[in-house]
């Protein structure tokens, strides 16, 4: 993926004053991409970059980054942070007998150091389900990338609960029933052990977005896309 960007940003950037900015980058390279900038001062001096990456007309950006400068004066880092550190191509999530799969593709990556996969039941709060180290060579590939991970979803504690019950009003051994009753018990106990190691997220996963770590700490995030429960 191209990205060129005209000289003149830099006198764009210098110029910057107040607490908010944000400009809208046309790229100059010919992927049809648009770069959104916005960068939030704070009291020390530092600032927040937000950026975000969408495709022509596309309302919702196939790319987020968010990176935090400490020297205000150094300009031309912020242009050094006007990249996509992992160009990412198709995203699936499905769900089946009681798994997550998770699966996606890198076009480039560049400065790559891990993958999170992050999990969300409305699409606004996230919560880390998983993590992959990159594949690339030292950081960076020009080549795509395939990447997988599988996670085990939450277990129904209650329909557990209720088979056990349906199981006891069909049998009149007290003998069995105790049985039962315990093995109900040690199931749910042993399922529990191995939610709390790897389970996908706390609650129902309805959204999935792949967090791309960086070297210098930069994080950014790919478009979210919706679970298909099968």
């Known amino acids: 993926m191209k990205l060129r960007f005209l000289c003149f940003f830099i006198g764009l950037l210098a110029a910057l004053t107040g607490t908010a900015q944000n400009d809208t980058i046309p790229n100059a390279g010919d992927d049809n991409l648009i770069w959104d900038l916005d960068i939030t001062y704070a009291a020390n001096g ?7 990456v969408y495709d022509n007309e596309d309302s919702i950006p196939v790319y987020t980054k968010y990176v935090t400068i400490k020297d205000d004066n150094d300009e031309v880092a912020v242009l ?4 996509m550190g992992a160009a990412f191509g198709r995203i699936a999530a499905t769900a089946a007998n009681g798994r997550l799969m998770v699966s996606w593709q890198t076009v480039t990556e560049e400065n790559s ?3 999170v996969v992050e999990g969300s039941a409305d699409g606004q709060q996230w ?3 998983g993590t992959i180290q ?3 060579s030292n950081g960076s590939s020009a080549e795509s990338l395939e990447y997988g991970l599988q996670l085990k979803l939450p277990v129904s ?5 209720m088979g056990g019950l349906l199981l006891l009003t069909v049998t009149r051994s007290r003998r ?3 049985l039962m009753i315990a093995a109900v ?3 749910v106990g042993a399922c529990r052990k191995k939610d709390q190691m790897a389970t996908a997220g706390t609650g129902k996963t309805e959204y999935v977005r792949i967090a791309q770590h960086e070297k210098d700490g930069a994080i950014g995030y790919s478009k979210a896309v919706k679970v298909t429960y099968n």
């Open 46 to 52: 530092s600032k927040l970059l937000e950026i975000k």
């Open 80 to 83: 050094d942070y006007l990249r």
């Open 113 to 115: 150091k891990e993958f």
């Open 127 to 129: 919560e880390a389900l």
């Open 134 to 136: 990159s594949k690339s």
């Open 157 to 161: 504690f209650a329909a557990i609960g």
């Open 176 to 178: 069995t029933k105790l």
């Open 185 to 187: 018990v040690l199931v």
